[in-house]
């Protein structure tokens, strides 16, 4: 089953309110925010990271970035830093830019910074760079099993 079609059925599942979208192909967060006419700070970018020896994955508002010597602090460790396109692809099934915030479909541990909670609705590329999903924020976090740690600037 492909990734897009598990978050579907996770979100049908749970009853929460959500929509999708098809557009053509993105590879920035300021193209996806253009093609589905939204603000660049409801995007949920989904970074996956080596946090010492695990990946986890970061999900950030698109129009932030990461803080990684905070996130080091935040979260004990020596290193963080993205992880090669070959790891995300292994960890994901999906190609960098198309990493639903869903990290705990693929045994991920999910953190999620603050600055994303602050729109009521947020979109992100749901396993695909041409389908996205809007949600709300609340209920994002909810399902996803986020822990909310602040690691923006």
């Known amino acids: 089953m492909r990734v897009y079609d598990t978050i579907i059925g996770v979100l049908e599942e749970s009853g929460v309110e959500y929509r999708t979208m098809e557009h053509e192909a993105v590879r920035t967060s300021e193209e996806a925010a253009a093609v589905r006419g939204t603000r660049l700070e409801q ?14 994955l970061a999900v950030i508002s698109a129009a932030s970035k990461v803080d990684f010597k905070a996130l080091k602090k935040a979260l004990e ?10 790891k995300v692809m292994d960890a994901t099934g999906c190609r960098p830019g198309g990493v639903p915030p869903f990290g705990h479909l693929f045994g991920l541990r999910v953190i999620v ?19 996205s999903v809007e949600m709300r924020a609340q209920d994002y976090v909810t399902l996803a099993g986020a822990e909310v740690i602040e690691f923006s600037k």
């Open 113 to 131: 910074d603050p600055t994303l909670l602050e729109n009521e609705w947020i979109d992100f590329n749901a396993g695909e760079r041409t389908r």
């Open 77 to 86: 460790q020596k290193r963080v830093q993205m992880a090669s396109a070959d």
């Open 43 to 56: 995007g949920a970018k989904a970074l996956v990271l080596e946090c010492g020896d695990e990946l986890i």
